[in-house]
Structure formats: C-alpha cells, structure tokens
T-cell receptor, first 113, second 114 residues
Framework: QKEVEQDPGPLSVPEGAIVSLNCTYS??????FMWYRQYSRKGPELLMY????GNKEDGRFTAQVDKSSKYISLFIRDSQPSDSATYLC?????????????FGKGITLSVRP | DAGITQSPRHKVTETGTPVTLRCHQT?????MYWYRQDPGHGLRLIHY???????DKGEVSDGYSVSRSKTEDFLLTLESATSSQTSVYFC?????????????FGPGTRLTVL
C-alpha cells in the first residue's frame, strides 16, 4: 500500500458545482497536510496548509483533516472554470525543511462553463 | 513563481550525455529542492539543500548529483542521461518568512532523453 493514495480521476463537473477531492494515507506519523494546485505546464502552488484535525476555510476552499480515519479532503464551493487544474495532496511528519514531503499522484479537475 | 527560474525550460538530449539543470532564486531562501514529476508517480524528491554546500539525498537520487555553491543557485546534474530520466523536473524553495515548511515551486524543466 502506498503511503498516500489519491482518487485517480479525471473529474469533470459543471460550473457552480461543489467539488470534493480526497486523499487517504497509511502513515499515522503524518501531522501536516497540504493541498497544491497545478495548472497545465506550470509548477504546483500551495493552496491550503493544515495541521490539526478539523476544517480550515479560505474563500471557496475548505480543507478537512480526519486523523483518526487517515483521510483528508479539499472542498471547492461554487466551482469556476478557472479552478480547472490538477490538485495534489501532500503531507509530512514533522516541521522543518529536512522533513520529507510526500505527495499524492494528483487528480485533474475540469470545470465546464 | 515566487522568484524562481529554471533553465533550460525544455531540453532534448541523447542517452549517455551529461545534462545540467539550473535553478535560480531571488528570494534568499535557505532550502532548495529538486523533484521529478512523472505520470503515475506524482512528485518525487531527488535531492535537497539546506544551505550552501550542504545537500542530501531524496527518495530517487540514483543517477543524479547536485551542487550548491551560492545561496541562489542549485544545480542538478545527470551524469549520463538514460531514457528513464525523461521527466518534468521542478525546483522548489522554502525558508522565507512563511517558514521552512512552505515550499514554492519553479516553472519546471521538461527533459526528454532519446
């Protein structure tokens, strides 16, 4: 079993839909969780960064962490065509640059106008 | 892309030739990383640096070497390129005001080894 599993996709939704993106993990030592967004032929950009279990909201985006189930989610409300991108979850055990970041494989989202 | 440039942006080379990719930052961040991104594998860490002349291996370091002689530059060298090293390579930096945990990525270098 890989350390981080992410729904393979691709995912296509109509504009205005609520999108749910999910990752599961097997390493219970992971404590810090991130979501990156990557537009086609660009580098990933950090979207959300969470530490504890629970929800964190930023505009139309909500990151949810459930450490007991080893499950994280990213919700996008009122999705827009500009949200069309690949979304990668990432996680690490500790803080500090020497702590390795483990990525999911990413899921490609397409929002249809 | 957070003051990070990568060069070249695209390269086609032949098996057995040496290749050097450059990452340049203008943010004065302490930490720099090299990743490769492949379909079905996601992003994987090749090498990273935690200061000038201080580097360490990541999970897929075989066939790669790195050097960092200045804070702003981090070089990735493929000593003898193989077709399995065809990939998109991303540089990342961290260590600014946002702390060591927030990594900012460059635009990527698309490398094809024939």
């Amino acid at each position: 079993q890989k350390e981080v599993e992410q729904d393979p996709g691709p995912l296509s939704v109509p504009e205005g839909a609520i999108v749910s993106l999910n990752c599961t993990y097997s390493n219970s030592a992971f404590q810090y969780f991130m979501w990156y967004r990557q537009y086609s032929r660009k580098g990933p950009e950090l979207l959300m960064y969470t530490y504890s279990s629970g929800n964190k909201e930023d505009g139309r985006f909500t990151a949810q962490v459930d450490k007991s189930s080893k499950y994280i989610s990213l919700f996008i409300r009122d999705s827009q065509p500009s949200d069309s991108a690949t979304y990668l979850c990432a996680m690490r055990e500790n803080t500090g640059a020497n702590s390795k970041l483990t990525f999911g494989k990413g899921i490609t989202l397409s929002v249809r106008p | 892309d957070a003051g990070i440039t990568q060069s070249p942006r695209h390269k086609v080379t032949e098996t057995g030739t040496p290749v050097t990719l450059r990452c340049h930052q203008t943010e004065n961040h302490r930490y720099m990383y090299w990743y490769r991104q492949d379909p079905g594998h996601g992003l994987r860490l090749i090498h990273y640096s935690y200061g000038v002349k201080d580097t360490d291996k990541g999970e897929v370091s075989d066939g790669y070497s790195v050097s960092r002689s200045k804070t702003e530059d981090f070089l990735l060298t493929l000593e003898s390129a193989t077709s399995s090293q065809t990939s998109v390579y991303f540089c990342a930096i961290s260590g600014g005001l946002a702390g060591p945990d927030t990594q900012y990525f460059g635009p990527g270098t698309r490398l094809t080894v024939l």
